[in-house]
């Protein structure tokens, strides 16, 4: 039964991908919990405070498989705990002397955040691998359209020229930050820990800090200093990062998006056989991914921001914000994955239409290159001369349906120090792209480095 919509055949794909959903289904997250205590029973027995052959039992126990989930579940409902049930199932599963020694002296908040480390651990190989794929293909865009002219736009209107290179190399910059970023708190987050009810390991014995670097080493975690059961900031961090990651490719989604107008027409969304557009509406070529993308990026930051609120912990450990991250991280996990995964499949079937670019960026008549007719001007007659004559020949020129150039040429002062040549010059968008290129160059010889790692 589907009632998410991570759930639901139907729509799950807009919302996740079949890798991640197998990282954060429910037997997954069984299975990081026994791996957890399979690592602390061999950690344990390493250090003479459990039987070696308890150990071994636990170790051979300690798999998915051995939970019976819909049992477990009705258990918990039952006794209203979140881990018990299992560990009853794991205890029973080994002899009755050997399954004494399950769980000792650890808690169920161990467990369930060292558990939650390594199902990140796994989506975070995901999330590295398909933000390379993306920056990878804007680099590629950037690179092709380096000198593609296209009209900029600023409050939502016409500019300035650019070219369509400058845009994307300016969002693989973005990328490439956030790449910085999921590789510089991996030390951060990727940490367990076992620590006991109220954080002093005092369950632990005099061996806690050993049991806790063993632990961990087998599971190829960092150790805490401290308990961080009511310091949430590690998993909030890696929620912000995946939140900023979604921000952007929600931007890029929604700029394609608007490209897209028909009224635009500068990209087009890359085409498959069958795809439809309407019910109704039989010729009609929808944005899908470009739709999605910030779409999904709105319920990430809503599920970011449960994140945020969790942190707000109360003494040495409540459920109030615990629990909320049960619900919130996979969320969010799921949805950095689709982004991610869209995002690549957007920008790779792109097609780009330089021949609309140049028809819109000509659609005012040359009057957005209004700036640099100043400046060039202003070299010869004086900045607050040239910006009230170019004034002046733009009204005239707008009220009589002029193009730039032509209202220039007609206004008295213009036409006595500019050739009809230099007019022709200063009115050439091609000549007004400043250091575009040169931005795009130094972004992608920045960004090789990763890009080719």
């Not at 390379?132 to 900029?152: F, I, N, P, S």
């Not at 107008?261 to 039989?282: C, D, H, I, Q, Y």
């Not at 700036?371 to 004034?391: D, P, S, T």
């Amino acid at each position: 039964m589907g009632i998410s919509v991570f759930d639901m055949q139907a729509l799950q794909h807009n919302w996740s991908t079949d890798e991640t959903r197998a990282i954060f289904d429910e037997p997954m997250r069984v299975q990081k919990w026994m791996e957890v205590e399979a690592a602390l029973a061999k950690a344990q027995a390493k250090l003479g405070i459990i039987p070696q052959a308890a150990a071994d039992d636990i170790e051979a126990h300690a798999k998915g498989e051995t939970i019976d989930i819909p049992k477990m579940a009705a258990e918990i409902r039952r006794v209203k705990h979140a881990l018990v049930p299992a560990l009853k199932q794991l205890q029973a599963a080994c002899s009755a002397e050997n399954g004494q020694w399950v769980h000792y002296g650890a808690t169920t908040q161990d467990i369930l955040d060292t558990g939650m480390v390594l199902q990140i651990r796994d989506a975070h190989a995901l999330y590295l691998r398909d933000l390379k794929a993306a920056a990878k293909e804007l680099a590629r865009l950037a690179r092709e359209h380096r000198d593609t002219v296209m009209a900029g736009r600023t409050h939502g209107v016409l500019a300035l020229p650019i070219t369509f290179g400058h845009k994307c190399a300016i969002w693989l910059d973005e990328l490439s930050r956030h790449h910085d970023r999921l590789k510089e708190v991996e030390k951060r987050v990727f940490v367990g820990e076992l620590v006991g009810a109220v954080g002093t390991q005092a369950s632990l014995g005099p061996k806690a800090r050993q049991v806790e670097e063993g632990t961990m080493a087998i599971l190829g975690l960092g150790v805490p200093d401290i308990s961080w059961a009511p310091a949430r900031d590690r998993l909030a961090e890696y929620a912000s990062i995946l939140n900023l990651i979604g921000a952007t490719i929600g931007k890029i989604g929604n700029e394609l998006f608007n490209m897209q107008r028909n009224e635009f027409a500068e990209v087009e969304e890359g085409f498959t056989e069958g795809k439809l557009g309407s019910s109704t509406m039989p010729h009609k070529r929808n944005p899908v991914f470009a739709e999605n993308l910030p779409c999904v990026a709105r319920g990430l930051r809503a599920s970011a921001g449960l994140m945020l609120e969790a942190m707000v912990v109360e003494s040495e450990r409540d459920g109030i914000g615990w629990k909320t991250e049960w619900k919130a991280m996979p969320e969010c996990c799921l949805m950095a994955g689709a982004l991610l995964f869209q995002c690549v499949s957007l920008l790779r079937g792109l097609r780009v239409d330089k021949a609309r670019m140049l028809e819109n960026l000509d659609r005012m008549r040359g009057y957005l290159l209004s700036e640099r007719v100043m400046l060039e001007l202003g070299e010869k007659v004086g900045k607050q001369n040239a910006h009230e004559w170019i004034y002046e020949a733009s009204m005239h020129g707008i009220e009589n349906r002029l193009d730039f150039a032509g209202a220039m040429r007609r206004h008295p002062e213009i036409s006595k120090v500019s050739t009809d040549a230099e007019i022709t010059s200063m009115t050439d968008p091609r000549g007004y792209l400043g250091e575009a290129g040169a931005s795009v160059d130094r972004v992608l010889a920045r960004t090789a480095g990763w890009l080719e790692s």
